[in-house]
């Protein structure tokens, strides 16, 4: 399934756990140090340096671009680490979040209360992942390096649905259909 | 005395950082090649197809395996009748470090503090160097770029003599099956067993560096291995936490003498970008 980002509400409706989709449009990338950067930004009142509704953030950290290129490698960090910002960042009206592995429970109850989203990239294929981005730009917290603020345009970005706002979890599924005693 | 100049220490090490990043062993690719053909998933079939598709890519020397391209753990065999010249060992692999992966383009991932001061090098040093002193005049070195997503999985259990090797499989299965999709299965497995707490979880992390498909020399430790591969694999969590037959390639384990009080049992998870490089000086 093609589907465009940011996202809507329609869409969303349409994805389910295990589902295969390529995303194409603008994503954003952060990961541990801008989340802290974003939450505690939120929590002094202030507005943020980019609109995240409707938007997908992508947890990653780019190897350098070298010259001629768009980016560097390019694979999904582990989502896990930004569980304890991702609520908040639900809450005021982000979308979709892009990763690798497990998320806790708080997440997946804000995933299904505001019908959001959570896909997982492939881990480890950040050389084959960078040839899907064509357009990279700091948009913020760039003294981060690696962990600054990013605007991705992307063309078939290649991801898998793991929770779905209905509460599916696509690891729970694969892993209990193939587990053997 | 043999004589090396610390500069060609230095050279090395950054030479072997790029090439470590972009090239995986042979033998990481033919398990994972393996593994394309034994895995019943679909998704799993097509993720390892991605994989290996990614490691041609990388190879082209444009984009490293993977955007983590690691902590530089450094492993030296420090022959005794070696004599260093124009500078330390120790530096001298620091400025390895901070060459390959500025010069080529690596992620530099290291912060010099734990808490609030958590800023970055910018230039991937201090490199994790573990030094052993052996007989005779060579310098063996290795680097093992390692990942943090997978680093983040390791256990220490000070597990009972009693245990015994059942106590051993449980808790290393327990442990791969806690971390799931997080360590980029499919993994390496590392595991420790005996020596300290410290030493055992370094046996875990220099079992690493064992190639693919080769077993640990002792009959009853290659059948721990074998079992354990079976466990882990038994799981389903497959290739990325998809659901699969394969969510480890290999397990490898390294025994050490312990208290009689004790058998600690160090895992150490490598993700299936098990990227090293290794040269003599």
Not at chain 1, 170 to 175: C, F, L, S, V, W
Not at chain 2, 189 to 204: F, K, P
Request: with cysteine; proline share 5%.
């Amino acid at each position: 399934m093609k589907i465009t980002s940011p996202l809507t509400d329609e869409v969303i409706a349409t994805l389910h756990a295990g589902d295969r989709v390529e995303i194409s449009g603008t994503i954003y990338v952060a990961r541990d140090a801008a989340h802290k950067r974003l939450v505690e930004t939120l929590d002094r009142g202030e507005k943020l340096p980019v609109d995240l509704t409707g938007q997908i953030v992508y947890y990653m950290g780019p190897s350098p671009t070298k010259p001629g290129n768009v980016i560097g490698s390019a694979g999904p960090t582990t989502s896990g680490r930004m569980d304890r910002y991702a609520p908040r960042l639900m809450e005021i009206g982000l979308k979709g979040m892009i990763g690798k592995g497990l998320r806790a429970q708080p997440v997946k109850d804000a995933i299904k209360k505001y019908k959001t989203v959570y896909f997982a990239a492939t881990g480890g294929a950040a050389a084959l992942i960078a040839q899907r981005i064509k357009k990279a730009q700091v948009m913020a917290y760039e003294e981060l390096g690696a962990e600054a603020l990013q605007k991705l345009e992307v063309e078939d970005f290649p991801v898998i649905v793991v929770n779905d706002m209905y509460g599916g979890d696509a690891y729970e599924d694969g892993k209990k259909q193939y587990a053997r005693k | 005395m043999r004589e090396i100049q610390a500069s060609q220490i230095t050279e090395t090490v950054a030479r072997l950082a790029v090439e470590a990043n972009h090239f995986l062993g042979d033998d990481v690719v033919a398990a994972l090649r393996k593994a394309r053909e034994i895995e019943e998933s679909p998704q799993g079939k097509d993720v390892l197809a991605q994989l290996l598709k990614n490691v041609d890519i990388a190879k082209e020397g444009s984009f490293p395996l993977c955007q983590d391209t690691g902590v530089a753990v450094v492993s030296v065999e420090l022959g005794q009748e070696l004599h260093i010249a124009g500078g330390g060992l120790n530096e001298a692999i620091h400025a390895g470090v901070r060459k390959g992966y500025t010069e080529g383009f690596l992620r530099k991932s290291m912060v010099g503090q734990p808490f609030s001061k958590r800023v970055n090098s910018k230039d991937n040093t201090p490199a994790m160097i573990h030094t052993e002193i052996v007989p005779g005049d060579k310098l063996h070195l290795t680097i093992m770029p390692k990942g943090g997503g997978c680093e983040n999985m390791s256990a220490l259990g000070m597990l009972k003599p009693a245990d015994g090797r059942q106590g051993v499989i449980d808790f290393v299965t327990n442990v791969i099956d806690k971390a799931g999709s997080n360590p980029c299965p499919p993994t390496i497995v590392g595991v420790g067993i005996g020596g300290s707490a410290d030493q055992a979880m370094w046996l875990a992390k220099k079992s690493l560096l064992r190639p693919v498909g080769q077993p640990n020399p002792e009959e009853e430790y290659s059948s721990l291995e074998k079992d354990l591969l079976e466990k882990i694999n038994n799981l389903g969590i497959g290739p990325m936490g998809l659901g699969g037959r394969i969510t480890s390639l290999a397990v490898h384990v390294l025994v050490a003498p312990c208290h009689i009080a004790s058998m600690p049992v160090g895992v150490n998870v490598q993700c299936h970008s098990a990227r090293y490089k290794e040269a003599t000086l």
